[in-house]
């Protein structure tokens, strides 16, 4: 493989991860923060992989008939890769369930919003209104459907 | 250059490209499955760097689990229907 | 087991003891009994008094020994803890514990406190000074913070304050350990004052910040009249007698002992024009002239007499900064004096408040004739407190005065006289607006305090007019105290100094000032003077003759004519400052807030991330 | 507006810092130190002919034992937020099934998946792919059945049996070793003749145990993302 | 000691929380106490063999450029003891549905694993992983009181983590890349030639952001509040006692090891200090006692990278005893505050009605400002003394910052105790006040942080009993030669290796 090519992957590599974590910055919405995640991590994976690369070599696996003093690529950041990406999707899933779970009780995905909820949660549970304390949680009560005039209104609170 | 070369820089923008997608699609169910091309071609790219294992790890667990789970809980966050996914996006409007 | 352990072992039993029965009955006759017993171990026992007991931690040898000048303040810490142990044992106490507080917490911050005064005041080397030092700090929170509401946020007011001062200190401490490699304060005194002046400076700044918050000298006092006034009632008068005298023991360990005076005066500002040493003389001077003014301005007895407490710290500090035999036996004396006479007024006005609850000076007036022993005590009390013979603050100030004028320093000598000044004005309006004027109809059937609260301030005033008389009772310890130091010590005699520039005998000034008295009656009853005795009601005052049925009683707007000229001069620049500080860490907490609500923290991550690279790759 | 590009900015240039790192030094030519070290003695030691078999399950296996607790700690973590707080099972799922393709071709699909994991997961120790891309397949094999036909079940308590011994198999491996005197999860069972199926010692066996527990972990997690919560 | 016994603490627990879900019933809620039992009994047995000499295992018996080692010297025994203890005393006992009860007990068995991974691993990735553990378990245990406001809390701290998690990532890529080993030791050894470069910071920084998410490094530490405020306080209190300070662990063997350089420190040392800065000014205005509490560990935390950032045995030793104040004094905090989470003015009148918790509450408060005799003291005397003795003005600044710090929170610790010991509030406010229970204390928390004070007194009165231990343990873990010369016997070994 040839220099050029190597450094397009490079190249690759670390765009991935430029896009994962500018999208990851960038999005408001919860599905969308987990995509750019998993964008990241491929291109981490890609980069792991690139670093024990060898020219010229072949895969770490003894083939029948192959002497055993073959070339090979290295084998230990495959190992690794093999570890993240089993890693990343168990993260992933984390992710998604809590995104849910948080949709199911505020109706909405936008990250602004939602953190703008929570703090009123927490706040609430601080003992502004104790009907929300401790005893009956946010989590826990029927929350109505955002309507528009609500939101505006915790916009406004938040600002 | 040697068509290999060529044939890895196409490759490179395509997967790039998919990241791009993922990120700027409207329909999020298809901002799950630019992701999982995205896995896809990065598992090819495994192949080429004589990664095998990983190349089938990505493509398993990476571009086929992944997206499963995506589309899953695309399903459960109502993503499923085009309209609902709009309202959500501007006004977190749920009819769930 | 030697003196010292015994000492400091049967100041913690009583810790233990008021712990454990502190509302008892029994507790204030042990406690009387074990306080008596250290004081008379504590006068008996020869010097320095080691103790058994050393530890090493981390490399330093933390050890104990009690040597004359912690003598000199352990004796005045056990008097005070003495007298108030009397008084909170009795009446007092029985009505603090029906009011719902609890006696038991009060007694354990007393004996807490005699405790860590007795360790920090025999600490052997710094480590030991400074957990003396916190253990007084937050016992002293203690004590101020029973006794309400108010007394809480008093106290809390004081907790920046302390903290700040204690981490000065340990900031000190530390520099001084890096720079010498020692803590010992024995070997600290050979070593220290070979520091450069730029390091010495800095451990000056650090030292002396740190002890004078704990002694409220400006500008630090804010928090310390509001703390002391509205502490429990005898808590008030140990507080006042002594507690901020521990900034005081410290300056002196520091100044004198361990970078000695001259060293002190090495450390120049503004071309040698200004020396550290005459900064601290004149923050002493102004520590007594303005506090003594907020004092006048006062319209709670307690709060009177706390600002009062600031002002004469001053003294105390200006003596031993002229370092002179003189000068600083006047200081270290003045720390004895006071502490009588201030717990006895502090005393008096609790009297005062347990008999009419209040000591607001505005609801007060003519209880001469319901409570004569109180008044006794608080006429003599702020005879003292006004430096007026036959009393024994007037030998201190005289002590102090006199080493300014020998010293050439006639503006500071111009700054005590003011000081003085204000003070007599202070406790003119004090006394008359307790005891003289006329009784209030709500204070008909007041009587008298009781046995628990006057035998304690009849001690006490006895005590500060013994020592009026007799000065070299009470010299005798101070020259030991000044000997420890390494100070010049003073010639004394029982009853002054003798000294070839003037000496001074309270036995002949108090002999020749009743001999006058007498010879005034003589003359009087001669001459065939009668006296004739008015009733406290009949109203006649400036002219105007008011009918027996209207009670009169001058006490609002005290001093309006002084107060119409110097009022404007009352600024509230420390207020201003204190609040300004606060203000500003409010902001910065609003600040710190803001950044910890962020809205996309992995923003803050990646930026931190490029930043952290660049830096790392092209630094 | 500015935040946006700022951040853009930003993640530019974290691409270009990394680029600047990593190509201070020629690509593809790597160190190798202990890799190489590895590639050499693998074969003799491990007796696994795919090396990075080797290395995942001998050389670093208590790696893969952590990777198998964070697919483990995931699962019930995603079961602690989805689950219900009572604990009752939801009756009476509204979901229709799928369609008949679905239904049909995961009729057809089950015992192939079932085939070509375990396929995959045995022959780890010697050609591409081994416990995890199994397990995957496993996974799946159990998942599309009630994607199909949202009526039909998994038994949870089935599953957390696969999920518990699975694991336990993997560390009671690493025990054995320790027990007979070896370091933790040092290989055992001689290493056979390098390239058949039962060689690599007790490498086919983690791999098992791997496989059965990832495929029980993302079965699992698959699965309850499908759970419709009724009532929340 | 047979040193394959070290596996023991990250296997048993693994195991345990394996196969909770099929023990009997009966028996169940058993399982987790008694392993946790076992483990610190191994910690004090390995602590007692390491202070002489460190333990090393070479797991999979392979040797150890190549394999991963788990290296035990005393100070990794000691945090293996600690991790025991701790989960021990914040084990969740019930108060849950069963079902979800069964996954707590499992996440934190996991939990524990994980961290004693952390303190023993002697392998960069092996550290990675186990920080992964660690990470997913903590997402489950602060999404586990399944409140609306602590999932989104929670979902902002995976996204915060796994960012982090991808930066130290690519970060040990770096490494690998460079050096072409893992192992710490091995690291060590190399690092003159081949780390100490552009290259290697970068690594190295990239490396502390991420660990720095768990360790509340300042710049990554904004999930701390959030999660802290809406988590069970049990949970929080694992979080802020015990995760942090295993990351911070990682943090300080990196930098002893593989890093000993005056910039590496400087970092450490800037973002130490902001972390004190921001966190205690942040938790003056803190209203309710949780946020409170989080922001002052930040603070805390920010104190402990400032004493690793001391280069030498002075430094470490001055970490150690941070980190293990903390480790005692915030735990029981969080427990205290498990029933007063809530606003501060709540909490008035506390004293009457639980004088035991109130004065805990004030005796911890003490220890963490270092009032003397109490062991908090000595953590901050250990760190102003290294500080003090360093020739850097930098340093003399961090001084600085620890003090004024200091006194901010002596000021809002002690607004809480005044409020517990003031008055109740009167009027429209008393409704408020007396809901409920809301101001007693559960028997177990009360219990759980008895058991922390009473460590706390016992280590106050033994102080200088424990000098002496802490300052070898700090000589062992700041000797990186003799970590080298112990897992990696003869490195003449290696060169065969390099191509």
């Known amino acids: ?159 | 250059m040697a068509w290999a070369d060529l044939i890895i820089l196409i490759m490179v923008v395509l997967v790039l490209a998919g990241a791009g997608a993922a990120l700027f699609l409207e329909n999020l169910l298809g901002a799950a499955v630019a992701t999982a091309l995205v896995s896809l071609g990065v598992s090819v790219f495994f192949v080429i760097l004589r990664a095998p294992d990983v190349a089938l790890t990505e493509a398993a667990v990476g571009a086929g689990l992944s997206g499963l789970l995506l589309a899953l809980a695309a399903k459960r966050l109502g993503l499923w229907r085009i309209e609902v996914q709009q309202d959500s996006e501007d006004a977190g409007d749920s009819s769930c | 087991m030697n003196a010292l352990d015994l000492l400091l072992s049967l100041s913690a039993l009583m810790l233990l003891a008021a712990f454990l029965f502190g509302q008892t009955r029994v507790y204030p006759w042990l406690a009387g009994i074990l306080f008596t017993g250290q004081l008379v171990l504590l006068a008996g026992s020869d010097l320095p008094m080691a103790a058994g007991v050393g530890l090493e931690i981390f490399g330093q040898q933390v050890g104990w020994q009690l040597d004359g000048f912690g003598r000199y303040f352990a004796l005045i810490t056990i008097g005070a803890a003495l007298a108030s142990n009397v008084y909170m044992g009795g009446e007092w106490g029985e009505r603090y514990q029906a009011d719902g507080h609890s006696l038991r917490w009060l007694h354990a911050a007393l004996a807490g406190n005699v405790l860590a005064m007795l360790l920090l005041l025999s600490s052997k080397d710094l480590i030991a000074f400074f957990i003396g030092w916190e253990l007084t700090s937050w016992a002293g929170f203690l004590l101020m913070a029973q006794g309400g509401e108010r007394a809480l946020r008093a106290a809390l007011r004081y907790v920046p304050y302390a903290m700040g001062g204690a981490m000065a200190v340990l900031g000190g401490l530390v520099l001084t350990l890096s720079w010498t490699g020692t803590l010992d304060l024995l070997e600290l005194s050979r070593v220290m004052s070979t520091l450069g002046n730029g390091q010495l400076a800095l451990l000056l700044a650090l030292f002396a910040i740190g002890f004078s918050i704990k002694m409220g000298l400006l500008p630090f006092h804010l928090w310390q009249a509001p703390a002391y006034a509205e502490a429990a009632g005898p808590g008030t008068a140990f507080l006042g007698a002594i507690s901020a005298r521990m900034g005081l023991f410290a300056l002196g360990i520091l100044l004198v002992k361990l970078m000695t005076l001259s060293r002190v005066a090495d450390l120049a500002f503004i071309d040698g024009l200004f020396t550290a040493r005459d900064l601290l003389a004149w923050v002493a001077a102004l520590t007594i002239v303005l506090p003594t003014f907020t004092a006048l301005k006062q319209n709670d007895a307690r709060y009177l007499l706390a600002w009062h407490g600031i002002g004469q710290g001053g003294y105390m500090l200006l003596g031993i900064v002229m370092g002179d035999a003189t000068g600083s036996a006047g200081g270290l004396l003045h720390v004895f004096n006071y502490a009588t006479y201030q717990a006895a007024l502090v005393l008096a006005v609790f009297a005062v408040m347990h008999r009419t609850g209040t000591a607001d000076l505005n609801s007060l007036g003519g209880l001469v004739t319901r409570m004569p022993l109180t008044f006794l005590v608080m006429l003599l009390g702020i005879i003292g407190l006004a430096g007026l013979p036959p009393m024994n603050g007037f030998v201190s100030k005289w002590l102090v005065y006199r080493s300014l004028m020998v010293e050439g320093r006639p503006l500071l000598f111009l700054m005590t006289v003011i000081g003085t000044l204000g003070t007599i004005l202070s406790v003119y309006k004090l006394i008359h607006n307790t005891f003289l004027g006329q009784l209030r109809a709500e204070h008909e059937h007041i009587r008298e305090a009781p046995w628990s609260m006057t035998v304690p301030m009849l001690a006490l005033v006895i005590l500060a007019f013994v020592t009026g008389v007799a000065p070299g009772l009470a010299l005798s310890w101070v020259a030991e105290a000044q000997a420890a130091l390494g100070l010049p010590v003073l010639a004394y005699t029982l009853g002054g100094i003798e000294s070839p520039r003037g000496s001074l005998d309270m036995l002949w000034i108090v002999g020749v000032l009743f001999a006058g008295f007498g010879i005034g009656a003589l003359l009087f009853y001669g001459a065939g003077g009668r006296s004739k005795r008015v009733h406290q009601l009949d109203n006649y005052a400036g002219g105007h003759f008011l009918s027996a049925d209207v009670r009169y009683h001058y006490s609002d707007h005290f001093y309006a004519g002084l107060m119409h000229r110097i009022g404007p001069l009352y600024r509230g620049s420390f207020t201003w400052l204190e609040s300004a500080v606060a203000s500003a860490t409010d902001l910065a907490a609003s600040l710190m807030q803001a950044w910890y609500r962020q809205a996309v923290p992995a923003l803050t991550l990646l930026v931190a991330a490029v930043l952290g690279l660049g830096w790392m790759v092209w630094r | 507006m500015l935040t946006r590009y700022g951040a853009l900015l930003f993640a530019a240039g974290f691409a270009f810092l990394l680029f600047v790192l990593f190509t201070s030094q020629p690509l593809g030519a790597p160190t190798m130190l202990a890799g190489q070290a590895v590639l050499n003695e693998a074969a003799g030691t491990v007796g696994a002919a795919n090396i990075v078999t080797a290395v995942v399950l001998a050389y670093r296996g208590i790696d893969t034992l952590g990777e198998l607790s964070i697919l483990f700690a995931a699962a019930t973590a995603v079961g602690l937020v989805l689950g219900r707080s009572h604990g009752k099972q939801a009756s009476g799922e509204a979901t229709e099934p799928g369609g008949f393709i679905l239904r049909a071709g995961s009729d057809l699909l089950f015992p192939l998946l079932l085939v070509v994991g375990f396929y995959i997961i045995v022959h780890g120790h010697l050609t591409p792919g081994g416990g995890f891309q199994g397990g995957v397949v496993l996974a799946a094999a159990f998942v599309l059945p009630v994607l199909a036909r949202p009526s039909e079940t998994v038994s949870h308590a089935a599953m957390a049996w696969v999920e518990g011994l699975a694991g336990t198999a993997f560390i009671a491996t690493g025990l054995a070793a320790l027990a007979v005197d070896h370091a933790f999860l040092a290989p055992l069972l001689g290493t056979g003749q390098l390239g058949a199926l039962l060689s690599g010692g007790t490498l086919p066996l983690l791999y098992l145990a791997v496989g059965l527990k990832v495929g029980a972990e993302l079965a699992s997690l698959l699965l309850r993302m499908t759970e419709e919560e009724s009532g929340t | 000691m047979n040193p394959s016994f070290i596996a023991l603490v990250v296997a048993l627990p693994l195991l345990a929380a394996f196969l909770l879900p099929l023990v009997p019933k009966v028996l169940r809620r058993l399982v987790g106490p008694l392993v946790l039992l076992v483990v610190a009994a191994l910690g004090m047995a390995l602590w007692q063999a390491s202070l002489s000499e460190p333990l090393v295992l070479a797991v999979g018996g392979f040797r150890p450029p190549l394999g991963i080692v788990f290296y035990v010297d005393s100070v990794a025994a000691l945090f293996v003891l600690a991790v025991a203890l701790v989960t021990l005393l914040l084990w969740p006992w019930g108060g849950d549905a069963s079902e979800n009860l069964d996954r707590k007990q499992s996440l934190t068995l996991v939990l524990a694993a994980a961290c004693a991974g952390l303190t023993v691993s002697g392998d960069l990735f092996n550290v990675y992983v186990f920080y992964e553990l660690a990470a997913v378990t903590s997402y489950g245990l602060a999404a586990g009181s399944r409140t609306a406001a602590a999932q989104v809390a929670t979902f902002r701290y995976v996204i915060l983590g796994s960012l982090g998690s991808l930066l130290a990532l690519i970060g040990i890529t770096l490494i690998y890349f460079r050096s072409g080993t893992l192992n710490l030791a091995h690291l060590a050894d190399l690092a003159p030639q081949t780390l100490h470069d552009p290259l290697g910071l970068a690594a190295f920084f990239l490396i502390l952001l991420g660990l720095g998410v768990k360790a509340e490094l300042f710049l990554v530490n904004t999930w701390a509040p959030e999660v802290y405020a809406t988590a069970e306080a049990r949970v929080s209190a694992l979080l802020a006692g015990l995760v942090s300070k295993l990351a911070l662990l990682v943090v300080a063997r990196l930098l002893v090891l593989v890093f000993p350089l005056p910039e590496a420190r400087e970092a450490l040392l800037v973002l130490g200090m902001l972390g004190m800065i921001s966190g205690e000014f942040a938790a003056y205005r803190a209203r309710d006692i949780k946020r409170m509490l989080a922001w002052s560990s930040i603070g805390q935390l920010g104190a402990a990278f400032i004493a690793f950032a001391i280069p030498g045995p002075a430094g470490v030793a001055a970490g150690l005893a941070i980190a293990l104040h903390h480790l005692v004094v915030k735990p029981a905090l969080f427990l205290l505050a498990e029933r007063w989470g809530g606003s501060l003015a709540r909490l008035a009148g506390a004293a009457r009605r639980s004088p035991l918790g109130a004065a805990l509450f004030a005796l911890f408060a003490l220890s963490l400002i270092g009032v003397p005799p109490l062991p908090g003291f000595w953590a901050k005397y250990l760190l102003l003394s290294g500080l003090a003795a360093q020739p850097d003005n930098l340093y003399l600044l961090a001084g600085l910052v620890v003090l004024v710090t200091t006194v901010v929170e002596a000021v809002y610790l002690f607004r809480v105790v005044g409020v517990m010991y003031g008055r109740e509030a009167k009027g429209e406010d008393a409704g408020l006040t007396n809901t409920g229970s809301a101001n007693t204390q559960p028997a177990s928390a009360l219990a759980g942080s008895g058991v922390f004070a009473a460590l706390l007194l016992a280590a106050a009165l033994a102080a200088p009993l424990l000098a002496a231990p802490l300052g070898r343990m700090a000589t062992q873990m700041s000797d990186g030669a003799a970590y080298v010369a112990r897992v990696l016997p003869s490195t003449a070994t290696l060169s065969g290796a390099a191509q």
């Open chain 1, 1 to 159: 493989m040839s220099e050029f090519a190597l450094l397009t992957l490079l190249i690759g590599a670390l765009s991935l991860i430029a896009i994962g974590i500018g999208g990851l910055v960038l999005s408001r919405n919860l599905f969308r923060i987990v995509l750019a995640l998993s964008l990241a991590e491929a291109g981490a994976n890609l980069l792991l992989v690139l670093v024990g690369f060898r020219r010229d070599a072949i895969a770490p696996i003894i083939e029948q008939g192959h002497a055993l003093t073959a070339t090979m690529v290295d084998p230990i950041p495959q190992a690794m890769v093999l570890t993240a990406i089993v890693i990343g999707v168990g993260v992933q899933a984390l992710a998604l369930s809590l995104a849910i779970r948080a949709y199911v009780a505020y109706g909405t995905l936008d990250m602004n919003v939602m953190r703008s909820r929570m703090e009123t949660d927490i706040s609430d549970a601080a003992g502004a209104q104790p009907a929300t304390s401790q005893h009956a949680p946010a989590g826990g009560r029927p929350l109505p459907p955002i309507s528009a005039p609500r939101l505006a209104h915790n916009k406004g609170a938040q600002g």
